[in-house]
């Protein structure tokens, strides 16, 4: 065997070895149009080392025979490739091609072209005679062909990534056609250099699979890496002893031969594990090299944060090895607020020291957190465009996520529902991020939740706490107040009127026992009536501001309008409105819904400052709903909330409390100056007919 | 579109297909919801410019609901001061190109509309959508790809379909003529240097009005199988698809059609006649018409998936609500009465008159378009599309009562006029009270002189009785025939062009209206184009 074999045995083992990893992927045509050019070169390169190894003399012509067919055969599909990756149909081109193909290796099996081929030290001497030339004008189109199509595909694309690829299969292709054209070069005639520019290209293509994700393969070539190393590893290995052992132990019967191939296959056996995470370990080190820690960290994330019980901890432990495993420009957690279930990035981790003014925040009704809800996958940027159910964005929103150059947004589920978001942004090369990249945030973002909900549900429990105790106080203040309230008004109105009134009897008792009913006796009683109308119109008042008797008789509809009437007295423009068929909750929640307009309505009276407010509600076969709105300086959410819990207002609180031990729900929607929107809703279990 | 060709020169096709198609997989919820948001979205754009101020009245709707409740139904007069101005620092957004459409007599000589670069974006996807569409036999299946040839028979910029001449994929498509070439020429040049270029290098899409793709196969019909051979050897090219086509004829026993010169992928027709037409198209094209329904100021409104039946509603390029057929016609016999609207998840089977509010910028604000569309059905059973389907009857204002018993829409009045057989020119009608109420029909029949007025009168007549019940009613309830009809002159319409061609008139202003022409275009007709046919024929006899 001379030296030029061996080119040509590598080639073939390398597009053989590429043809295997391509094979998981073949449900894309472009993908499977590749895997047929690397069967057509794999086939040239085993001919061409047939013959160039020449076991066989007389086996010499035969394989140069195959050898123009296969050639052309190589560059065609090639070339079909290259159309495929350029989404063009193969055309008439390629079919007219293959029949060439076809009809080359017709003639040349048939003695037409090759005219005498032999083998010597490795140069093959061979004459085409005229064929030389028809072969040559075929590869030539070809190659002029493929060239004109990756040279408008680069120059036509905007997208960088694609260029980048493009221009790698442009070097390719080049390199493997100056090479082929080598055959030309008197010299070199005979020669298997073509195969360098062939292996040149298939080493090129791999690259571009592996850093510009040519083909989707990346995944399949690092693991196919791995096993067909250790194949040609073990394989060598395995030759070696033998030979070596066949050396010193030449008399060895043919058991014993059998006996020591058995014993060594054990032996190799025995150091497949170790050897197989050893090679593993050296690619993945090669695949990423400096982040190989990070991402190793990422992937032992579960057992790192499952006692972290502090949310900062654990976002930092999940931030930190993102940025920089992945080179991302930033990552950020989100988490939803208590209140609005409005999205916040609470936690954000940036590559560089550079900050951004820009907030990211997703609306609870945002399609981007329902789609993440629903589907429980990674969402791509590009992907926002593309999903038709994320149609309703806003292009503000799209702004913003454009601003941040975020990439990914990974859901972070608990017992089937958002819990958080994960958002990445975009690789600081540009480089989109890989299958297996998202793979591998995906089981980080699932394995994550269950820290991150721990440490919540720790958060929000401590907020639980201190909530609980304020509204126990409230509750007490409440009372006590109440009891102070009515005591007050009773005192200072049916108390005294009716100790005038007592007064009053007693003056009518004096005058009657001094005989006759008299003009005084009847004018005492006439106050005495009047004082006791008047302390039982008082008592009435004290008792409907108790239970408004308009709620049980009239209902909810009515209830809900009369208590607009006191903002309309303020000069407040009010509008009431009603959609579907009305029917009766039971009272508990009448009274609740009731309390919450009439807290709304408080609250816009004496702080909104707002010239408008609308009153909606909706009855629908599965729920009501209740949307209290107004026009006025609106205020900010979260830090009412939190004073009113460090102070104990409790207002909004007390109503999210009322309705939720109701089964309902309450949602606040404000901005500064942008008015306010109280939403309430009620399952509806067993309507009944409003009176 | 940078971004959609992109993606389909990488051969994604299916992001192709769920960016451009998907909204045929949307949910009605989903649907809605996307509605809501956008419609939200413009609220606070109408509220930061002129124009919202002014439409929206000082209302400040923050829900659907609101929107319904507070802002009132408008029409064009309430945009003319801003759009016939084309104020553009008046409106939400600034216009990335303004289209007009022709206005209807004692209107406006053009009703302008602006269109936003945002706006533009959907409808680039909406044209892929509509091409992907017309070639296809399931999801995700797209059988175009780079170069693919296309012929634009539609009018030109800024016409609103000449606006989709405009975003229309040119750079991936190779279009017949180029179009940046083809906006130069007249129509008729257009068209036959696309037919020119057809020949040599092969057609794959044809978009075009009904009516045109329909003329093109009556003129086929009428050249038969002749050859103009001194014609043919300057386009050497040609002569393989000829001789194929002629062999194909020949073998089929009938003149050389369309269908024989080229296999299409994708014919897409617009007007209210595609439907007439659509057997007619089909025959000469060998393929079946893709419709869709659109107008200057909505652009897209919904589209024919391949079942070729119902249009599917697109949710992001206008906000819809319904006005219920007895609701509009009340509302337009009391101008005072305000009609309650529907939305699309409140719908019924049945038909409604269609208002609109502009998406992404747009400015039109609750507008009745005046259409009159029926639903045909919630959702589409075949192809599991969970969306109303519709087809378009005709203007609101383009339908002839007739003795308050029926409605007759141009569609109606028409198909009774292909159905009866009759080989016509063109025709035009409207409603006379002369005594009784009646249909008069004018109509001008290609060579003319076997049939009289009172036979197409009959034809017409029975075709009208199957196509509208409430007409067959009318006579058998009243013994009514309520259909005249007169033969106009040979030559009437091609008269008329001539002289609004003389006057300057708009190319949409060529031919007379279908439904309620003008008294004095009627006389025309009649009386001019009749005087004129008599001269020319005494001139040829003396």
């Known amino acids: 065997m001379t030296i030029w074999a061996f080119i040509p045995l590598i080639t073939f083992l390398t597009y053989l070895a590429l043809l295997i990893l391509t094979v998981p992927s073949l449900e894309r045509r472009v993908n499977r149009v590749f895997a047929l050019y690397l069967g057509a070169a794999a086939i040239w390169s085993f001919a061409s080392f047939m013959l160039h190894i020449n076991l066989f003399p007389e086996q010499a012509l035969y394989w140069n025979e195959l050898l123009p067919a296969a050639l052309v055969w190589t560059l065609l599909a090639y070339y079909h490739f290259i159309r495929a990756y350029c989404n063009k149909r193969a055309g008439m081109g390629v079919v007219i091609g293959y029949a060439l193909v076809a009809l080359l290796l017709g003639l040349s099996l048939g003695g037409f072209i090759v005219k005498f081929a032999h083998v010597e030290n490795g140069v093959l001497h061979h004459d085409l005679g005229v064929s030389l030339y028809f072969i040559g004008a075929i590869a030539l189109t070809v190659v002029g062909a493929g060239l004109y199509q990756l040279i408008r595909r680069y120059r036509s694309s905007p997208d960088a990534i694609e260029r980048n690829r493009t221009g790698y299969l442009l070097a390719g292709w080049s390199i493997l056609v100056i090479f082929g054209y080598s055959n030309l070069v008197p010299a070199w005639a005979g020669l298997p250099l073509d195969h360098f520019g062939s292996l040149a290209n298939a080493v090129i293509v791999a690259y571009a699979i592996h850093r510009y994700q040519l083909l989707d393969l990346k995944r399949v070539l690092r693991r196919g890496l791995v096993y067909s190393s250790l194949t040609i590893i073990f394989t060598a290995q395995y030759l070696l002893l033998l030979l070596i052992l066949q050396e010193f132990f030449t008399d060895w019967t043919a058991q014993g031969g059998l006996a020591l191939a058995a014993l060594l296959a054990v032996l190799v056996a025995l150091l497949f594990n170790p050897l197989r995470n050893l090679i593993q370990n050296w690619i993945d080190r090669l695949f990423y090299r400096e982040t190989y820690d990070y991402r190793q960290m990422l992937l032992s994330l579960s057992d790192q944060i499952s006692n972290v019980l502090d949310l900062g901890d654990v976002a930092q432990s999940i931030l930190v090895p993102i940025v920089e495993a992945m080179h991302a420009k930033q990552a950020a957690l989100l988490f939803p607020q208590i209140e609005s279930g409005d999205f916040d990035a609470q936690f954000v981790q940036q590559a560089g020291k550079g900050t951004t003014s820009v907030k990211l925040r997703f609306a609870g009704d945002n399609p981007i957190v329902t789609w993440l809800t629903t589907e429980g996958k990674t969402l791509r940027r590009e992907l926002i465009d593309v999903i038709p159910q994320l149609k309703g964005l806003w292009e503000k929103e799209k702004a913003v996520l454009d601003e941040l150059e975020l990439a990914l947004l990974c859901p972070i589920r608990s017992k089937g529902r958002l819990s958080g978001i994960l958002a990445v942004g975009a690789k600081k090369s540009g480089i989109p991020y890989s299958d297996e990249e998202i793979d591998l945030l995906m089981t980080m973002a699932n394995e994550a939740a269950v820290a991150i909900e721990n440490a919540r549900m720790l958060d929000s429990l401590r907020i639980e706490q201190l909530r609980v105790k304020r509204l126990l106080e409230q509750v007490s203040n409440t009372q006590e107040e109440e009891r102070k309230r009515i005591s007050a008004d009773l005192h200072d109105s049916v108390a005294q009127w009716l100790a005038a009134a007592s007064y009053r009897a007693q003056t009518v008792n004096a005058l009657l026992s001094r005989g006759g009913v008299n003009d005084k006796a009847r004018d005492e009683l006439d106050a005495m009536e009047s004082t006791i109308d008047k302390s039982l119109k008082e008592l009435r008042r004290v008792v409907i501001a108790l239970r408004p008797p308009a709620l049980e008789e009239l209902g909810l509809n009515h209830a809900l309008k009369q208590s607009l009437e006191e903002l309309q007295a303020v000069g407040v423009e009010c509008r009431f409105s009603r959609t579907g068929e009305s029917f009766r909750l039971p009272l508990d929640v009448e009274i609740a819904v009731y309390r919450v307009v009439q807290e709304a309505v408080n609250n816009i009276r004496k702080h909104a400052k707002a010239t408008q407010a609308s009153l909606h509600l909706q009855y629908r076969e599965d729920r009501l709903q209740v949307q209290v709105r107004d026009n006025g300086r609106g205020f900010d959410l979260s830090r009412t909330l939190d004073s009113a819990i460090s102070v104990g207002h409790m207002g909004l609180l007390g109503m999210k409390e009322r309705v939720e031990a109701l089964g309902g729900d309450v949602k606040i929607r404000t901005s500064q100056d942008g008015g306010t929107l109280i939403t309430l809703s009620f399952p509806i279990q067993s309507p009944v007919e409003e009176k | ?542």
């Open chain 2, 1 to 542: 579109m940078a971004e959609i060709v992109e993606l389909l020169r990488q051969g994604r096709d299916e992001e192709v297909w769920q960016k451009c198609c998907g909204f045929i997989d949307l949910s009605l919820q989903d649907f809605m919801k996307i509605q809501d948001r956008l419609l939200l979205e413009q609220l606070e754009l109408l509220r930061r410019c002129e124009l919202g101020r002014y439409i929206i009245n000082g209302a400040k709707p923050g829900s659907v609901e609101e929107f319904r409740e507070q802002v009132p139904l408008t029409v064009y007069d309430d945009y003319a001061p801003f759009l016939l101005n084309k104020r553009a620092n008046a409106l939400p957004k600034k216009p990335a190109l303004w289209q007009y459409t022709s206005g209807k007599s004692g209107e406006y000589p053009f009703r302008w509309a602006p269109v936003t670069a945002e706006q533009l974006k959907e409808i680039e996807e909406l044209l892929f959508a509509l091409l992907f569409f017309s070639g296809c036999k399931r999801r995700n299946d797209i059988n175009f790809r780079e170069d693919d040839k296309i012929l634009y028979g539609m009018a030109p910029p800024p016409y609103a379909t000449g606006t989709m001449a405009r975003v229309f994929p040119y750079q991936l498509f190779k279009f017949l003529p180029p179009v940046d070439e083809a906006e130069k020429q007249s129509f008729e040049e257009r068209m036959q240097r696309g037919f020119d270029l057809a020949l040599s290098e092969g057609l794959d899409v044809f978009l075009a009005l009904s009516s045109v793709a329909v003329a093109i196969g009556d003129r086929f019909r009428q050249q038969g199988n002749k050859t103009d051979l001194k014609a043919l050897l300057k386009k050497p090219r040609a002569i393989p698809r000829l001789a194929k086509g002629l062999i194909k004829s020949k073998l089929a026993h009938r003149p050389l059609l369309p269908r024989d010169l080229w296999s299409l992928r994708g014919l897409i027709t617009f007007g209210i006649d595609s439907s007439i037409y659509k057997e007619k198209i089909r025959d000469t094209w060998g393929v079946e018409p893709l419709e869709f329904h659109g107008c200057t100021e909505a652009v897209l409104i919904a589209m024919q998936t391949w079942d070729h039946e119902g249009m599917t509603f697109i949710p992001s390029l206008n906000f819809f609500e319904f006005i219920p057929e007895e609701e509009s016609i009340k509302s337009r016999e009391d101008f005072t009465y305000q009609p309650e609207t529907l939305l699309l998840d409140e719908l019924k089977p049945g038909n409604y008159e269609l208002v609109i509010t502009s998406l992404h910028g747009g400015p039109f604000v609750r507008y009745r378009l005046g259409h009159l569309v029926k639903i045909t059905s919630l959702r589409n059973e075949k192809l599991n599309i969970d969306i109303p389907q519709m087809v378009f009857l005709s203007r609101v204002d383009d339908q002839i009562d007739i003795a308050g018993f029926t409605r007759l829409s141009e569609k109606t009045i028409w198909q009774a006029i292909e159905n009866a057989g009759l080989s016509y020119e063109d025709w035009t009608a409207r409603k006379e009270v002369n005594g009784d109420p009646r249909l008069h029909l004018y109509i001008e029949l290609k060579n003319n002189g076997h049939v009289t007025a009172g036979q197409v009168a009959s034809l017409v007549h029975e075709e009208l009785k199957i196509l509208d019940a409430p007409y067959a009613e009318l006579e058998s309830f009243t013994h009514l025939h309520p259909l005249e009809v007169t033969l106009l002159p040979e030559n009437a319409f091609q008269l008329y062009k001539r002289r609004q061609q003389a006057s300057g008139a708009d190319l949409t202003q060529l031919t007379p209206p279908h439904i309620n022409p003008a008294d004095e275009t009627i006389n025309f007709l009649v009386k001019a184009a009749g005087a004129a046919t008599e001269e020319a024929g005494q001139m040829v006899e003396a």
